[in-house]
């Protein structure tokens, strides 16, 4: 069973910045990939950006250059770091990792989501 928490989500004006957190718990055995999923009312869930297990990153296209992703391995920790946010940024951000735990391989498990708006 492996548990996430996250935090750091808020309102903040346009240009604004805004760090997330999530923190991983559990029998976790290895992290294979920790990531952060958005969605917007009426629209579908997207990926947003990524970082695996040997430290390679990656994101969505209209995040590159304000958002950076990052991860504490001591903590089981990753973060998004977002910068010069945008309205069309607004939407419920979530965490996501898979994981090795000491009785399954790739587990998949989801954060609880945290609100990001960003007023004009």
């Known amino acids: 069973q492996v548990q996430l928490v996250e935090s750091g989500g808020g309102l903040v004006q346009t240009g604004g910045s805004l760090r997330l957190s999530c923190a991983a718990s559990?029998?976790?055995?290895?992290?294979?990939?920790m990531g952060w999923y958005r969605q917007a009312p009426g629209k579908q869930r997207e990926l947003v950006a990524t970082?695996?297990?040997?430290?390679?990153?990656n994101y969505l296209d209209s995040v590159k250059g304000r958002f950076t992703i990052s991860r504490d391995n001591a903590k089981n920790t990753v973060y998004l770091q977002m910068n010069s946010l945008k309205p069309e940024d607004t939407a419920v951000y979530y965490c996501?990792?898979?994981?090795?735990?000491?009785?399954?391989?790739?587990?998949?498990?989801w954060g609880q989501g945290t609100q990001v708006t960003v007023s004009s």
């Open positions: 970082i695996i297990g040997g430290g390679s990153t």
């Open positions: 996501n990792v898979n994981v090795d735990t000491l009785g399954r391989r790739g587990q998949n498990s």
């Open positions: 559990g029998s976790i055995f290895r992290i294979n990939a």
